[in-house]
């Protein structure tokens, strides 16, 4: 008989159909008369019950049908009598497709930390909270290729590999084929890299964005959504060596036209979060975060608040001035910390915040520079809890001004020709964004620690699995 | 004035209305007294006239309106009198975003041969070419998520930095933050990886199907989408270093929901590329394959035959026997060569092929052993004029033969341990298959060279933009 899928299985009320249905056990329990098996194959947070008949199944039988073990059980759908659901499976036959040795097997009913799960991130996705990230994960990602489609964007692959750090971003991975037992030098002593695989030093993308920009200014709006890398030795709950970006890039948009695009899409993210992922949402804000769906709807429910950074600073100051107490100081030209975003997104405006016109020395050499020659067009979107979710601006489309600050910040040329060549070329006013995948899993899932919302993290010292 | 995109107004029948389009000039022609710039903004390969009336817009004002110049133009939309074209803009302003002169602008209107445009690719993509190619990229990776994710299949992230190659399905790219001028050894002469990134040496991934068969064991169904390289020194036109591949994993999937997954997925996607890429697909199958619609048409209109390697064999040994000539020579333990597929595909069955059972010695480790000793469930999916599209099979559950197997192969248990852990506890049958996405790419719109199907290719000595 066909397999159900159990989130399927759990709407259904033709009660009196056999059906059939495989998974793993999440618990068994019961006595000698009758057992209930509580089955779960991952495609929803609830498990559906097995209720196995001591009369048709003996001890010994059920005996291997532990925590872990994966079976097919079939039998009738029946309406439930024990509270917390709404049906059930009289079972009438059961297969042991695999055992789990409760001696061994390392997930146990209870009590697991998220430190001692990610030890074993090979078995987490098979646990209540992982299944739940990792449901959403997928429905992120969904919703942002949704959105873009919807909207005209092409969906266009930036490489990985990359000759070029122009962005200076991070510190970059090398990636070589270069025998290093074995690594043959020039007369100046120089690393010889016309014998390693691209004949030049190459390392791992910081970035899609300068190649994004290449491609809106022939197909009008595109966005990556594609792995990124950061060699640095960040040991922190928010960093990782290696995650998912998205970086729409949208030619003839300006920076207002760019704000709005970063609210829209963040909004319908998060509106798709919570018309499809209940269930995961429920379970996840019970167990780990009371406030989630409060900070979800906050977002969706108000106008991000625009305004320039040097507005941002003042407020900031005059909190100062009135006796609140930052960690870090604060001051036109510094840099905003965190606790000075979730100032002004959570206590100030009372809205998400988008800030705009940093001074240019604290943003790349891409952005579009102002008349008042101190400040760019950046764009920073600041959220409850994790402050900057989003990072953009409006980019510089003049090929002098952007030469020149090129140059001001020691960008070879040689890195950036090709770069340089769409605004040599039939430039345009451009703007775009970056998105973290993993910030926004953070914000949506409301897991503290951004190793718990990718499946196989990646950070210093740990590339297991 | 809002932006129309081109085309949005190719569509449009309220003829008089006054509306606003921006884009990157194909060709301008005309005389004195009337101009028709053909305008071209990457929604659609079909550029839309503009008419700039010689009252209107002098000599001087239009001359830097050449090919690649980007321009804004407003003015009513009126039916055109023009062949091959519905409407067009009588423009009453035109503002001139950027230029490109014609001295050094590398796109001039024809002639360009494909290899020249891979030499500037940061440009191609503003090419009819490159354009109808990167929109079908685009349409396909829509395709390919829909599918999965109207079947309850979820996206998963598999890692791109790895520290296993258990696949050992190619050369692996290193990957590090070693300083290659003070690389450290320790007593025994090996080069001390504790300080490099990971603390242990880390490569590339090859495929996400291991880690992929981990999630299936607890979340049911799941695929992958994503970057996956290998550092062969292969420089032929179907030879990529750096490829995206798709890689669904199926828990309680015998082989042959495996085979009609896998056609209903390809079928799927070409389905769907040839409802919503016609112009792309028209123009393509114009300029390169004549024959490019009867491919299609012939997959999605086909049920795919399938048959045992060994039944596959005997068919091609009668065809040798019958005086049919192969330029390599075919027996039974051999592995099927394009020439031998396409035989099957176009000239014995003229549908697509399903070849199973393949002998276990040329296929890997972790393929379902048949109960011959012999064989092993495979499949390959074989098309007309590429042969080999996918490559799946069931997965051996059985954690003894698996082990057994892995042994034989010399695969190393610490290299594997977590994926064995699947076999140890809940294990049940499991299959998926691989499809690279470039192959698909290569099928789907006649393109004769990978480095054409991808934004920008990584080969041997090229990393370029």
Same mark, same amino acid.
């Given at each position: 008989m066909s397999r159900t899928i159990i989130v399927d299985a759990l709407k259904r009320t033709d009660f009196g159909t056999s059906i059939t249905v495989k998974g793993w056990v999440r618990t068994r329990r019961g006595n000698k008369s009758v057992s209930f098996i509580a089955l779960n194959d991952g495609s929803t947070i609830h498990n559906i019950q097995i209720v196995a008949d001591g009369g048709r199944f003996s001890e010994e039988f059920l005996k291997p049908v532990t925590t872990g073990a994966c079976i097919c059980a079939t039998g009738k759908l029946v309406e439930s009598q024990g509270k917390g659901q709404t049906v059930e499976i009289q079972?009438?036959?059961?297969? $042991?497709?695999?055992?789990?040795?409760?001696?061994?097997?390392?997930?146990?009913?209870?009590? =697991?930390? #998220?430190?001692? @799960?990610?030890?074993?991130?090979?078995?987490?996705?098979?646990?209540?909270?992982?299944? *739940?990230?990792?449901?959403? &994960?997928?429905?992120?990602?969904?919703?942002?290729? &949704?959105?873009?489609?919807?909207? %005209?964007?092409?969906?266009? =692959?930036?490489?990985? $590999?990359? *000759? !070029?750090?122009?962005?200076?971003?991070?510190?970059?991975?090398?990636?070589?084929? #270069?025998? @290093?037992?074995?690594?043959?030098?020039?007369?100046?002593?120089?690393?010889?890299? /016309?014998?390693?695989?691209?004949?030049?030093?190459?390392? @791992?993308?910081? !970035?899609?964005?300068?190649? %994004?920009?290449?491609?809106?200014?022939?197909?009008?709006?595109?966005?990556?959504? %594609?792995?990124?890398? &950061?060699?640095?030795?960040?040991?922190?709950?928010?960093? #990782? !060596?290696?995650?998912?970006?998205?970086?729409?890039?949208?030619?003839?948009?300006?920076?207002e036209e760019n704000m709005q695009l970063a609210q829209d899409f963040i909004q319908y993210c998060i509106r798709w979060a919570l018309e499809y992922c209940k269930d995961d949402l429920d379970f996840l804000g019970d167990m780990y975060d009371k406030e989630l769906y409060d900070r979800l709807n906050f977002v969706v429910n108000n106008d991000f608040k625009r305004l320039t950074y040097t507005e941002g600073i003042k407020i900031l100051e005059e909190a100062v001035a009135k006796g609140h107490k930052f960690e870090f100081p604060i001051s036109w030209g510094s840099d905003l910390q965190s606790e000075h975003e979730r100032y002004l997104v959570e206590q100030h405006f009372k809205k998400p915040v988008i800030l705009t016109d940093y001074p240019k020395e604290i943003k790349s050499f891409y952005m579009k520079q102002n008349g008042d020659g101190k400040t760019v067009r950046a764009m920073d979107v600041l959220f409850p809890k994790i402050g900057e979710i989003i990072g953009g /601006?409006?980019?510089?489309?003049?090929?002098?001004?952007?030469?020149?600050?090129?140059?001001?910040?020691?960008?070879?040329?040689?890195?950036?020709?090709?770069?340089?060549?769409?605004?040599?070329?039939?430039? *345009?006013? =451009?703007? %775009?964004?970056?998105?973290?995948?993993? &910030?926004?899993?953070?914000?949506?899932?409301?897991? *503290?620690?951004?190793?718990?919302?990718?499946?196989f993290p990646r950070t210093p010292n740990n590339a297991e699995f």
């Amino acid at each position: 008989m066909s397999r159900t899928i159990i989130v399927d299985a759990l709407k259904r009320t033709d009660f009196g159909t056999s059906i059939t249905v495989k998974g793993w056990v999440r618990t068994r329990r019961g006595n000698k008369s009758v057992s209930f098996i509580a089955l779960n194959d991952g495609s929803t947070i609830h498990n559906i019950q097995i209720v196995a008949d001591g009369g048709r199944f003996s001890e010994e039988f059920l005996k291997p049908v532990t925590t872990g073990a994966c079976i097919c059980a079939t039998g009738k759908l029946v309406e439930s009598q024990g509270k917390g659901q709404t049906v059930e499976i009289q079972a009438e036959t059961i297969e $042991i497709y695999g055992t789990a040795d409760p001696e061994t097997y390392p997930l146990q009913k209870k009590g =697991h930390t #998220l430190e001692f @799960l990610r030890e074993i991130a090979h078995l987490r996705p098979r646990t209540n909270t992982f299944g *739940a990230v990792f449901r959403i &994960r997928h429905h992120m990602a969904m919703a942002i290729h &949704r959105f873009f489609h919807e909207r %005209g964007f092409f969906y266009f =692959h930036t490489p990985v $590999i990359t *000759a !070029s750090d122009c962005e200076g971003a991070g510190q970059m991975f090398q990636v070589t084929t #270069l025998n @290093l037992y074995n690594l043959k030098k020039d007369k100046n002593g120089s690393i010889d890299y /016309s014998e390693d695989f691209f004949g030049q030093q190459a390392g @791992l993308t910081v !970035s899609g964005q300068l190649e %994004g920009e290449l491609a809106a200014m022939a197909m009008g709006a595109i966005y990556t959504f %594609g792995p990124t890398f &950061r060699a640095e030795n960040s040991n922190t709950p928010r960093h #990782l !060596s290696e995650f998912w970006m998205i970086e729409p890039e949208v030619a003839f948009n300006e920076i207002e036209e760019n704000m709005q695009l970063a609210q829209d899409f963040i909004q319908y993210c998060i509106r798709w979060a919570l018309e499809y992922c209940k269930d995961d949402l429920d379970f996840l804000g019970d167990m780990y975060d009371k406030e989630l769906y409060d900070r979800l709807n906050f977002v969706v429910n108000n106008d991000f608040k625009r305004l320039t950074y040097t507005e941002g600073i003042k407020i900031l100051e005059e909190a100062v001035a009135k006796g609140h107490k930052f960690e870090f100081p604060i001051s036109w030209g510094s840099d905003l910390q965190s606790e000075h975003e979730r100032y002004l997104v959570e206590q100030h405006f009372k809205k998400p915040v988008i800030l705009t016109d940093y001074p240019k020395e604290i943003k790349s050499f891409y952005m579009k520079q102002n008349g008042d020659g101190k400040t760019v067009r950046a764009m920073d979107v600041l959220f409850p809890k994790i402050g900057e979710i989003i990072g953009g /601006s409006q980019r510089e489309e003049d090929y002098e001004k952007l030469k020149r600050r090129a140059q001001e910040m020691n960008i070879p040329e040689k890195d950036v020709w090709w770069y340089m060549d769409t605004r040599r070329f039939g430039t *345009a006013p =451009h703007s %775009g964004f970056g998105l973290g995948f993993e &910030r926004l899993l953070l914000f949506v899932t409301g897991m *503290a620690n951004i190793r718990d919302v990718i499946p196989f993290p990646r950070t210093p010292n740990n590339a297991e699995f």
